[in-house]
């Protein structure tokens, strides 16, 4: 008995809470700190994240980066998020409704605006005689994160308190920025033109933050760095960026060319779309 612990104690183990980068949640070897701001920024508005309870556990969630990178955001976890849910989420919704501040739903789909357009009517709202002001009111800001899937959910569940015809908000969506690769495809995506939620969080706070190319690139640099980790380990995502024909990968069986996963169980595969060059 005395010689087995001799043996354990020379083993190197190191104890699961330090595995992981305290800052960015990821394994030391594939730590992404390096490509993140040397102190997390702050934001001029209010931002809530909405995360599904199953997201925490998956590897590749990207809202760690968001939490790496920014200072002052919420996130709140569950499945539905009425108004007893979260007093922070509360008080947003109850200061759009007073005129406090401008809400704006990040949920694409029909209904969506694009943010840039709600903005610019906002400003033009506030000052109907210059059509170039720059004046904006105080904005808050919902997302939700999790899968297809389960954002629907959470959506379908949460949101008619926050948008009319019984709430304040403007349901928005934003497209990929040009410096946001093609190749940061980690999950299958439902349709061409979806994004990870960190990218989401970067498009929508680039155009809403005074400073929001600084925070959009930090948001993305740290994103394209675990992009190019995972393509090291991910046949599917090197084929993709070698442009060959689409092939689905799934972590746990091969399907052929001709057969997708259901949408549903996007957050098992891995895609790759041929590259626009």
Same mark, same amino acid.
């Given at each position: 008995m005395d010689e087995f612990q001799d043996v354990l104690a020379a083993c190197d183990f190191a104890p699961p809470e330090t595995r992981d980068c305290s800052?960015?949640?990821?394994?030391?070897?594939?730590?992404?700190?390096?490509?993140?701001?040397?102190?997390?920024?702050?934001? =001029?508005? @209010?931002?809530?994240?909405?995360? /599904?309870? $199953?997201?925490?556990?998956? @590897?590749?969630?990207?809202?760690?980066?968001?939490?790496?990178?920014?200072?002052? $955001?919420?996130?709140?976890?569950?499945?539905? $998020?009425?108004?007893?849910?979260? =007093?922070?989420?509360?008080?947003?919704?109850?200061?759009?409704?007073?005129?406090?501040?401008?809400?704006?739903? %990040? $949920?694409? !789909?029909? !209904?969506?605006?694009?943010l840039?357009?709600?903005?610019?009517?906002?400003?033009?709202k506030l000052d109907p005689g210059n059509e170039s002001s720059d004046q904006m009111k105080d904005y808050g800001l919902i997302v939700i994160d999790g899968t297809w899937k389960e954002a629907k959910e959470i959506f379908k569940a949460s949101s008619s308190w926050w948008l009319p015809p019984h709430g304040p908000g403007i349901r928005v969506e934003v497209s990929k920025h040009s410096s946001t690769r093609r190749e940061g495809v980690l999950r299958m995506e439902p349709w061409e033109g979806c994004m990870s939620t960190v990218e989401a969080i970067a498009g929508a706070l680039r155009l809403l933050e005074s400073y929001g190319?600084?925070? /959009?690139?930090? %948001?993305?640099t740290p994103f394209h760095k675990m992009v190019d980790i995972q393509c090291q380990h991910n046949e599917a995502l090197v084929a993709r960026r070698?442009?060959?024909?689409?092939?689905?990968?799934?972590?746990?069986?091969?399907?052929?060319t001709g057969a997708l996963p259901k949408t549903e169980d996007c957050e098992d595969f891995f895609v790759r779309v041929r590259s626009d060059g």
């Open positions: 800052r960015c949640n990821r394994p030391k070897r594939v730590c992404l700190c390096s490509c993140l701001p040397a102190e997390r920024l702050r934001l =001029e508005g @209010r931002f809530i994240l909405l995360q /599904h309870p $199953f997201e925490e556990r998956r @590897r590749l969630a990207t809202v760690p980066i968001a939490s790496a990178a920014l200072e002052n $955001f919420e996130i709140i976890k569950g499945r539905s $998020f009425g108004p007893q849910k979260s =007093e922070a989420l509360r008080q947003l919704v109850e200061d759009a409704q007073k005129g406090l501040c401008v809400l704006y739903v %990040l $949920f694409p !789909g029909p !209904g969506a605006v694009p840039a357009q709600a903005i610019e009517e906002q400003k033009r190319q600084r925070i /959009h690139d930090a %948001l993305v070698n442009g060959d024909m689409p092939v689905v990968v799934s972590t746990k069986k091969r399907l052929g």
